[in-house]
């Protein structure tokens, strides 16, 4: 039963493309990997094909699996509304010249990392019983406040049917009301069948409570409120939980970095939040006794081996044979005492039946393991007839994007590079491509120029 969903649903993981400008910057504070990676030269192909290759493999499994394309990078209209004036190779050069920290921002290809994309409600939870998606304005991040508006295009492109779906405006961005997205929500499913949405905050903007002392706590209560009612959820099926401030400061930015939910299973390890007993016996209550928690204890997995290994970035998706399978990055594997854990968890007959491991260095080494890379849109038959873009992963389509990514991509990329103004003409070439590919109208601004 842990993997069961409302009737008629089935959740698509529509992932995320590393996009052309995959770079190392070390923008995100209190994201550990990112910081200690900074200026070290990465792999924009690798990227690529590391999470196509992921996504390829669970489709073959039989999971449905989807895409969502990157942004346009470097984010010319950025830099130009911070001063710098000229043609677009002037800006690019005295931007590097003058801010390379702004130009590296401006730069980024965080948008990669779509749990953060936005908070999605199945339509089985929603008073009017369409799908509710709100874009994510990460408000606390500068690099990654500027998706927001290409975000809301791309999600408005491909959920275009407004019988079916409702892609809302990004809330209010300022540090009161910042939203992370997905990577702070959990769709669970109750003994009824009904949808239980955990929403977990790392601070209160209004009101006493406790706060991180070293990192930012990034999703604020206030903006999992306005999210829940947007979207017309049920108070009563509704969860609000706050990550241990020590955690954060630990590393664990966001909650998908120390928790995982699927269905009816809960995997997390015990600091994960505020008084964690208590917010389980709360969420076991609202799941009607269904609920299966596998809670890891700081002697079995540190909470520093959990930042390191990314072990509950991990996706939980149900099998055919009975259980979940846990698809975790290969540094769980690497990790001695993390992966003999993995071995015991299996062993014990626990709900969690199989773990497979993925290569996703270049995304690891930005702080983003498989649960990052992965939106959960839940969707009936008909929702997902009602989706004309060709973004359901199959082997054609497989194919089509690996062959688009070696055409495109570049090997290399230093932080010099960034400056390059042949850089941008072939990101927006390799999107205009993709746009094609996947059946989408113009949703970049070079598009609609």
């Known amino acids: 039963m842990t993997g069961s969903a409302p009737a008629g649903a089935v959740t698509v993981n529509f992932d995320g493309i590393p996009g052309p400008t995959h770079n190392y910057a ?14 070290r030269v990465a792999h924009p192909r690798d990227a690529a094909l590391q999470g196509l290759a992921k996504m390829r493999a ?18 010319v209209a950025a830099l130009r509304a911070l001063g710098f004036a000229g043609d677009e190779p002037t800006v690019l050069r005295t931007a590097a010249r003058d801010a390379p920290s702004i130009l590296a921002a401006c730069a980024s290809a965080a948008a990669m990392w779509v749990a953060n994309a936005a908070t999605v409600s199945a339509s089985s ?20 406040a500027l998706e927001a508006p290409t975000t809301t295009r791309i999600l408005r492109a491909i959920f275009a049917d407004p019988a079916r779906f409702t892609v809302h405006d990004p809330l209010p961005a300022s540090p009161q009301i910042g939203d992370e997205g997905a990577a702070n929500h959990t769709r669970l ?16 903007a209004y009101g006493a409570g406790p706060v991180p002392q070293r990192f930012p706590a990034r999703q604020t ?13 049920d108070p009563r099926r509704t969860l609000f939980v706050q990550q241990d401030p020590a955690a954060i400061d630990a590393g664990v930015f966001h ?11 809960l995997f997390c390890h015990e600091r994960a939040w505020v008084d964690g007993a208590r917010a389980i016996a709360d969420l076991a209550h609202r799941l009607q006794g269904a609920l299966a928690t596998i809670v890891v204890r700081e002697n079995e997995v540190t909470l520093a081996d959990a930042v390191a290994t990314y072990l509950f970035n991990s996706q939980l998706l149900p099998r055919a044979a009975g259980g979940m399978l846990l698809v975790a990055p290969a540094e769980c594997r690497a990790h001695v005492r993390v992966s003999r854990y993995l071995d015991r968890l299996v062993a014990s007959g626990a709900p969690i039946g199989e773990v497979v491991t993925f290569d996703l260095r270049q995304s690891m080494r930005n702080g983003g393991g498989p649960a990052c890379l992965r939106l959960r849109v839940p969707l009936t038959d008909i929702e997902r007839a009602a989706i004309r873009a060709n973004v359901f992963l199959d082997e054609t389509l497989a194919a089509a994007l690996e062959a688009w990514i070696r055409r495109h991509y570049r090997e290399r990329l230093g932080p010099a590079d960034l400056a390059d ?18 059946r989408l109208p113009a949703i970049y601004p070079f598009q609609q120029a």
């Open 125 to 144: 939870a929603t008073a009017d019983r369409r799908v509710h998606f709100t874009p994510a304005n990460l408000a606390t991040q500068f690099h990654r």
């Open 58 to 75: 669970l489709a073959a499994r039989g999971y449905p699996q989807a895409v969502l394309p990157p942004h346009e990078r470097p984010a």
């Open 255 to 265: 909650n998908d970095v120390i928790a995982v939910g699927e269905g009816q299973l």
């Open 221 to 233: 209560l206030e903006a999992a409120q306005a999210v829940a009612r947007r979207h017309g959820l």
């Open 26 to 39: 070390g923008l995100a504070r209190g994201n550990l990997a990112a910081t200690r990676n900074a200026t």
């Open 421 to 438: 103004p042949a850089l941008l003409d072939e990101s927006r070439r390799a999107l205009d491509e993709l746009t094609q590919i996947l």
């Open 189 to 204: 499913v109750a003994a009824d069948g009904g949808d239980i949405d955990l929403f977990v905050y790392g601070r209160r």
